[in-house]
């Protein structure tokens, strides 16, 4: 019997139309609603113009505040940041710095969970199949509270702070979402036999949080074992949380298992902001201004913030269609194997849309 | 007749001085790869004595430390130490066996090849990459404490000559291995002045070596490129968590912890060990494998000069494991420990 009704579903599509895809908004909320865009250096500004492109096509009621050139020291333009709820990141880096870390700008908007969706996509050539993993980083204390002096010449201390509160707002973070997004796992990573008051600080309170949600499974992986089990049998992970440092290059493992930097979405959230950006940040100044960037994780963390505004429907349809012109289409651009540019892929993401 | 053949057989088994090289066996499955290490080394008749030393977890020194001022006399000595699994302890009394020997021999870098072993099918074919890792601070430095209830902090140390020891180190290995580059791996974007250090003078270190690529990569985007495309590295030198970190991510590239050879080096003693757990589960049921422990033994022969037997054996775990018809549960084999080491045994 249920196998008829998913038949019946695929062929028939208005049957399909009238269950999934309508949502009932509140009066008013079709309202234009205030985004700020950060399109920032390197292939920031390729991939924001991309996400705006898009959002054009589909007539989504956003309005963008763009802040070009942003500088972060400039106290004016900082304040402009806390201006709207919702941001879009490019990249953002420090000053004359050939880093992104610009943990500063994380703390100041007090968006304390970073997170990166990786997930093997058909049609992308990939080491690992059937790959769905969630990243959950603690992202404003750890081994980035930027806390360093030098002691003696030539010797230098760089102190790591954990403390309870913020290791208790990121785990119930990552339970509050394995929850809400229908995950069965949280696997917190830690190094807590070497670190063991840090880290163990940190495990304590997800042991703590992790009684709330008996009906998600809990488990605790070493950082080094749960990198050589990523490369191994990633399969096993679904959502993973853990402090700052090792959130970094899980992400970028994660990235690199599956369709690389290009394809991986990631939002930062805090209690007043939610930012949507790569899931990893690199700045990619070798292949910026050469048209050649893939767009596909920022269209996908679009998708997100749309869904985070209260606009499902256009998040879907924009989750499809660059599916479908992965999928269907086989237009690629080089990160992931193809020869499309920027602007291709982004056009033939635009035809695809409303299929 | 059959005297003087007895007579015949015991002149010719000339009585070197053999060189004596410590053994730690272990904990768990140690005790049984450590007999088949001993046993194929035997076989090939390899000119070592080994000193047993066991580490018993109910003596506790006063420093809260498992090992003893003796046993660490010993291994500096000596000079060679090849060390089983140990366990360590989450969150527990005592310091960690290998912590402790690392920070009081002074191992100040820990050497990992990871070369893809054929034979062995995983995702990532063609790799051949070499971790040196700081061994000694950093930020398994111990330094922790509470600072205010709910506030806790860990010292994170670079000091100047550890960053120089392990850099030259480096760069003299990569000389001597005929490895073409040389990758600082770092966090400099963060840890301005600590990871700033370290680059610092790595850069400084690799003017000396004009014939070498020096380059550096943040450690995220190195943990990016490593899995996502590993034959175009080469041989990486980071601190310490880096370190350990990247060293096991590739041995997940190669096949995993139980392939993988690791040695320790200090100014005085080397000691080589296997890095995979204790398997309790198998441990004492002669199904563990021993080539984890097996190719750090020889890595250990090359240290010591004695390549001709390095090669004998490494030519014989190579060919077994090629071939498949021996091999141990973890390879996706049925083979015994046994039955695997007189494999091994047989091709010498």
Known sequence: MKNCVRQAFRSNSTLRGAWSQNYLQRPGEGQLKNVTVLPGDGIGPEITRSVMQVFDALHVPVKFDVLDNFNFDNDEQRNLLKKNECILLGVMTEKNQKYTDNYRFYKYLDLYANITFAFSVEGIKQRHNNTDIVVIRENTEGEYSGVEHEVYPGVVESIKVTTKQASLRIAE?????????????????????????????????????????PFIKYEEMIIDNCCMQLVKNPTQFDVMVMPNLYGSIVQNVVAGITGGVGMAAGASIGKDHALFSQGCRHTGRDIAGKNIVNPSALLVSSSLLLRHLGLPNFADQICSAVQETIQERKLKTKDIGGKASTEQFTKEVIKCLGK | MNIIRKASTTILRPQFNYQKVILFPGDGIGPEISKAVIDIFDAAKVPIEWEFHEIHKKRVTEQGDLITEDTLKQVKALKYALKGPFETPIGKGYRSINVTLRKRLQLFANVRPCKSIKGVKTPYPGVDVVTIRENTEGEYSGL?????????????????????????????????????????????????????????????????????????????????????????????????????????????????????????????CEVYEAVHGTAPDIAGKNLANPTALLLSGIMMLKAMKLNDYANRIETATYSVLEEGRFLTGDLGGKSTTTDYTKAIIDKL
């Open chain 2, 144 to 268: 922790e404490h509470e600072v205010v209830p709910g506030v806790v902090e860990n010292l994170k140390i670079v000091s100047y000559n550890a960053c120089q020891n392990i850099a030259q180190y480096a760069f003299e290995f990569a000389r001597a291995n005929n490895r073409k580059q040389v990758v600082a791996c770092h966090k400099a974007g963060v840890m301005k002045q600590g990871d700033g250090l370290f680059l610092k003078v790595c850069d400084d270190v690799a003017k000396n070596y004009p014939e070498i690529e020096f380059s550096e990569e943040q450690i995220d985007t190195m943990a990016f490129k490593l899995a996502n495309d590993p034959t175009k590295i080469d041989v990486m030198v980071m601190p310490n968590l880096y370190g350990d970190i990247v060293s096991d991510l590739c041995a997940g590239l190669i096949g995993g912890l139980g392939l993988t050879a690791s040695g320790n080096i200090g100014k005085d």
């Open chain 1, 173 to 213: 973070y990552a339970f509050e979402f394995a929850h809400l997004s229908g995950r069965k796992k949280v696997t917190a990573v830690h190094k807590a036999n070497i670190m063991k008051l840090v880290d163990g600080l940190f495990l304590s309170a997800h042991r703590e949080v992790a009684q709330k949600y």
